[in-house]
């Protein structure tokens, strides 16, 4: 009775050592995972997190170098906290991120499902529709496509996503020719069940999830991408604190004051290896392609 016991007690523990054993076996994921929580807490509570406005300017304080009180990171040629607008950027570079990688994917599950479900001449129109996307570098595609928009916050997350839909449909429509031939598919067809339902109770399912954990990963490089179009001049107008537009500006002054670009230079790099981490993590751990070679 007492052995029965202490082995139904034992398997909890052992199921619940093994949801948190990812924490365990991937240290550098764990530590990933929680700076980017910091960059997304600081993101969210910004206005309370940030001593100064972003857009305020103090010319008495103009280019005070990092360790200059009350300005610790030091403040940019407007005398505007750096530390301030980097917290404030976090906001724009998550939100950013996260909508055209959202936006990039919902229109490359439209594309990706078309274009593996079709056939003949449709079928070829598709694929070279995704070719010709995917030929372009997304930074190369998004300038296109902000040359169309305008500039802006929206017109960046506009840019951004369309130029992320080509590597999305390209993973769905492999997803899709990968499912439709497997025999629990032929099976309900043979069963006279309606195409329709067959794609949604059969084959999208099977593809949601992959293209979630794309997800995951393609977000950090839709923040450096839409900081490149800021860096450039052609994505985020100013005086909104974005990184990119920061680096830029502090160009001019890198010889004497670096600090105006290597703030939020350096919390740009942190944050994307931070994401590129977590997101290489979760694919590791959850593709079915990585498990099942395993």
Known sequence: MTSANAAASAAPRKSGSGRRSIFVRRPFFTLALAVTLVYVVAALFAPWVAPFSPVDQNIDAMMAPPGSYPHWFGTDSFGQDLLSRVIHGARYALLIGLLSVLLGAAGGLVL????????????????????????????????????????????????????????????????????????????????????????????????????????????????????????????????????????????????????MSGVPGMALAVLLIALSVVGDGVREEFDPKLRNGA
């Open 112 to 259: 990706g499902m078309a274009a593996g479900l079709s056939t003949g001449w449709p079928e070829w129109i598709l694929v070279r529709l995704i070719d010709s996307i995917l030929a372009l570098p997304s930074l190369v595609m998004a300038v296109a496509f902000i040359a169309i928009l305008g500039q802006g916050v929206d017109k960046v997350i506009l840019a951004v996503g369309l130029s992320l839909i080509g590597p999305f449909a390209r993973t769905v429509r492999s997803d899709v020719m990968q499912v439709k031939v497997q025999l629990f598919v032929e099976a309900a067809g043979l069963m006279s069940i309606p195409r329709l339902q067959i794609v949604w109770r059969h084959i999208l399912p099977n593809v949601v999830f992959p293209l979630a954990v794309q997800v995951t990963i393609r977000i950090s490089e839709a923040i450096l991408v839409s900081a490149s179009l800021s860096f450039i001049g052609i994505g985020v107008t100013p005086p909104t604190p974005d990184w990119g537009l920061m680096i830029a500006e502090g160009r001019g002054f890198v010889s004497f004051a670096a600090w």
